[in-house]
């Protein structure tokens, strides 16, 4: 094998494996949100934001602040662009939130406060004002 | 009686040393400490109040958007 050969090859490996990294990087942030539901640690409050279930190691704290966070962004921007005040935006995210998100078994919040586990078949109760 | 007031003259100019140089070596701790804006990760960063008063006719309004928001961003939803 020549030089050349051996030093090409070797470029090929960094990239893919460069390549790869950021791939499982871009896909645990895809799914971030879905996985920290998943946990049973994390659930969905009725406020918008991500809320911790029981007391959840510092790793998952971090993530659920990360993400809320960005949700905190999300809703101050689209609520700039229709005129609303974010809390409007958030509560009527939580409402959709309820609807397709929070799979049987995973925790959710409504506003009086209290966790519950969605079980399997019935949907989640949803607040007055989700319409 | 002369010698050591010797001493304590070059002990004098010692200390006065000493002082001068911890003066340096404090200014700049002072001027980096007040040039850096302290920012400790707290325990809850965002306050989560649930008792939103929420009218249903500004739910509806936003529904598509939050909709499309929700689709576009399937990390942080």
Redesign the interface.
């Known amino acids: 094998m020549s030089r050349r050969t051996r030093l090409i090859l070797a470029a090929g490996v960094a990239l893919a494996v460069v390549a790869g990294g950021a791939t499982v990087a871009s896909a645990m942030?895809?799914?971030?949100?879905?996985q920290l539901r998943a946990s049973g640690q994390v659930g969905e409050?009725?406020?918008g934001?991500l809320?911790l279930v029981g007391s959840a190691p510092a790793a998952v704290r971090a993530q659920v602040?990360s993400?809320?966070?960005?949700?905190?962004a999300?809703y101050t921007d689209?609520a700039a662009?229709?005129g609303?005040k974010i809390?409007?935006?958030a509560?009527?995210?939580a409402?959709?939130?309820f609807r397709?998100?929070v799979g049987a078994g995973q925790y959710y919040?409504?506003?009086?406060?209290v966790w519950r586990q969605r079980d399997g078949g019935t949907p989640i109760p949803l607040?007055?004002?989700?319409? | 009686m002369k010698r050591s007031l010797l001493t304590s003259m070059r002990c004098d100019a010692t200390q006065g040393a000493m002082r001068r140089m911890k003066i340096l070596l404090a200014a700049p701790v002072a001027l980096t400490s007040a040039g850096c804006v302290q920012v400790s990760a707290p325990e809850k960063p965002i306050e989560i109040n649930l008792n939103i008063n929420i009218r249903q006719e500004v739910v509806v309004r936003l529904q598509q958007d939050v909709r499309d928001l929700i689709k576009e961003n399937p990390g942080v939803f």
């Open positions: 942030m895809q799914d971030a949100s879905a409050q009725a406020d934001y809320g602040d993400v809320n966070i960005k949700r905190r999300y689209l662009k229709r609303a809390e409007e935006v509560a009527t995210t409402c959709e939130l397709t998100k919040r409504l506003p009086d406060g607040p007055g004002y989700c319409g």
